[in-house]
């Protein structure tokens, strides 16, 4: 049996794309962003990216397109022409469903608000707003460019724009208290139409964040409180009708991010642009792609090879099925066992499984699924690395 008929029933295909630039680095921040005071060819980029689509699509053929991210960075940094123009490539490449959503990350200061009707009629039809928090010293520590008022200022341009919003906060931060979390939350809920993501802060290797944390300049909540902080995130969303649907990502029944649903159920994507990750299935086997992260560095493979790639590598049947555990059991809807076993050969070890079920980790639902349980999600890794094992 070939790989693309085990990946999965019904096969989505979504096409990331990475705008790498930002007007500051956030201290907390380890994704691949990158100020240039000096500023950048904006059109340079826009065509390299064209090419890095065309080239992506004359490698892997026809494909429906469900969805569109552009991520980063900051891609409301872009021209609202320059994102028409990577939606046309991407239209032009392969199809572009009719239904398909196109999401646009962007930033709540008031400038890049203006654009939104912009990037509406470019045919976004969805933004995530980076808010982080919700009050402006915290924001000030957190290194956002935007105070509070900024941030519901954007949410409302955004409401009044796009019918389907999302934005982000960051919890467990140096001094939080469970009360000041959960009027902050409540606040956020109020604002939310159908989406909200919230992550607890991480302390990541090589951020300005790391260094301080170390030298203890910078103190976040210990194990307890964070759990605390979880589990009041978990409790006041559900109450409010935005059950989580993955860790760290709560939706109205329907309203979840179809794109990230893409990465966690194991589908298939194209990653364009500086630093970009994608997922391909060629001549019936994923391959992992990896791009050059440096910008200008990326430029220069584009115009020598047509695409950025600095990784391509064939995944062997194992590493396809522990990432599909990996990233399938992020989500509350679990994963199809029967999947795992025929991307795998083998099936998932019962005695491993009695063990977990037994602590309360995991279960098995009515309709086969297996998935990690409330009390289990915050032990994820664990969890996940026990049944990979």
Same mark, same amino acid.
């Given at each position: #049996?070939?790989?693309?008929?085990?990946?999965?029933?019904?096969?989505?295909?979504?096409?990331?794309?990475?705008?790498?630039?930002?007007?500051?680095?956030?201290?907390?921040?380890?994704?691949?962003?990158?100020?240039?005071?000096?500023?950048?060819?904006?059109?340079?980029?826009?065509?390299?990216?064209?090419?890095?689509?065309?080239?992506?699509?004359?490698?892997?053929?026809?494909?429906?397109?469900?969805?569109?991210?552009?991520?980063?960075?900051?891609?409301?940094?872009?021209?609202?022409?320059?994102?028409?123009?990577?939606?046309?490539?991407?239209?032009?490449?392969?199809?572009?469903?009719?239904?398909?959503?196109?999401?646009?990350?962007?930033?709540?200061?008031?400038?890049?608000?203006?654009?939104?009707?912009?990037?509406?009629?470019?045919?976004?039809?969805?933004?995530?707003?980076?808010?982080?928090?919700?009050?402006?010293?915290?924001?000030?520590?957190?290194?956002?460019?935007?105070?509070?008022?900024?941030?519901?200022?954007?949410?409302?341009?955004?409401?009044?724009?796009?019918?389907?919003?999302?934005?982000?906060?960051?919890?467990?931060?140096?001094?939080?208290?469970?009360?000041?979390?959960?009027?902050?939350?409540?606040?956020?809920?109020?604002?939310?139409?159908?989406?909200?993501?919230?992550?607890?802060?991480?302390?990541?290797?090589?951020?300005?964040?790391?260094?301080?944390?170390?030298?203890?300049?910078?103190?976040?909540?210990?194990?307890?409180?964070?759990?605390?902080?979880?589990?009041?995130?978990?409790?006041?969303?559900?109450?409010?009708?935005?059950?989580?649907?993955?860790?760290?990502?709560?939706?109205?029944?329907?309203?979840?991010?179809?794109?990230?649903?893409?990465?966690?159920?194991?589908?298939?994507?194209?990653?364009?642009?500086?630093?970009?990750?994608?997922?391909?299935?060629?001549?019936?086997?994923?391959?992992?792609?990896?791009?050059?992260?440096?910008?200008?560095?990326?430029?220069?493979?584009?115009?020598?090879?047509?695409?950025?790639?600095?990784?391509?590598?064939?995944?062997?049947?194992?590493?396809?099925?522990?990432?599909?555990?990996?990233?399938?059991?992020?989500?509350?809807?679990?994963?199809?066992?029967?999947?795992?076993?025929?991307?795998?050969?083998?099936?998932?070890?019962?005695?491993?499984?009695?063990?977990?079920?037994?602590?309360?980790?995991?279960?098995? #639902?009515?309709?086969?699924?297996?998935?990690?349980?409330?009390?289990?999600?915050?032990?994820?890794?664990?969890?996940?690395?026990?049944?990979?094992?």
């Amino acid at each position: #049996m070939s790989l693309t008929n085990t990946i999965a029933p019904h096969q989505d295909f979504a096409v990331y794309v990475h705008w790498p630039f930002c007007l500051s680095k956030c201290p907390y921040c380890d994704f691949n962003s990158h100020v240039r005071h000096g500023g950048y060819d904006e059109t340079r980029y826009l065509r390299a990216i064209e090419s890095e689509i065309a080239a992506t699509a004359a490698r892997i053929g026809t494909r429906t397109v469900s969805s569109v991210f552009f991520g980063g960075g900051t891609p409301s940094l872009m021209q609202p022409s320059t994102v028409e123009g990577i939606i046309n490539a991407i239209g032009k490449n392969w199809t572009l469903a009719g239904s398909a959503e196109i999401s646009l990350e962007a930033n709540p200061t008031s400038v890049e608000a203006t654009r939104f009707r912009g990037y509406r009629a470019a045919g976004v039809n969805r933004v995530s707003l980076g808010v982080q928090a919700l009050d402006d010293q915290s924001l000030k520590e957190l290194g956002r460019l935007h105070s509070a008022d900024e941030a519901l200022a954007a949410i409302a341009v955004a409401r009044s724009i796009f019918d389907r919003y999302s934005f982000d906060l960051i919890y467990a931060r140096p001094r939080q208290t469970i009360e000041g979390w959960a009027l902050e939350l409540n606040r956020a809920i109020a604002e939310a139409a159908e989406h909200l993501s919230l992550y607890q802060l991480t302390i990541e290797p090589g951020t300005p964040f790391f260094g301080l944390h170390k030298a203890g300049k910078l103190v976040i909540p210990a194990e307890g409180l964070a759990r605390d902080l979880y589990d009041l995130t978990q409790q006041v969303c559900a109450d409010a009708g935005l059950p989580a649907y993955e860790v760290s990502n709560h939706a109205r029944p329907g309203a979840e991010c179809r794109h990230n649903l893409v990465y966690w159920r194991g589908h298939e994507y194209a990653g364009i642009g500086p630093g970009a990750h994608g997922r391909l299935n060629v001549d019936g086997r994923r391959y992992a792609t990896e791009t050059e992260r440096k910008p200008e560095a990326w430029l220069d493979l584009i115009d020598t090879n047509g695409i950025g790639l600095t990784v391509d590598e064939a995944l062997q049947p194992g590493e396809v099925a522990d990432e599909f555990l990996l990233m399938g059991l992020r989500l509350t809807e679990g994963i199809d066992p029967k999947r795992f076993t025929a991307l795998s050969g083998r099936s998932l070890d019962p005695r491993r499984l009695a063990f977990l079920m037994d602590g309360g980790a995991v279960e098995t #639902m009515d309709n086969g699924r297996l998935r990690v349980t409330p009390s289990g999600f915050p032990l994820l890794d664990a969890v996940v690395a026990d049944l990979a094992a």
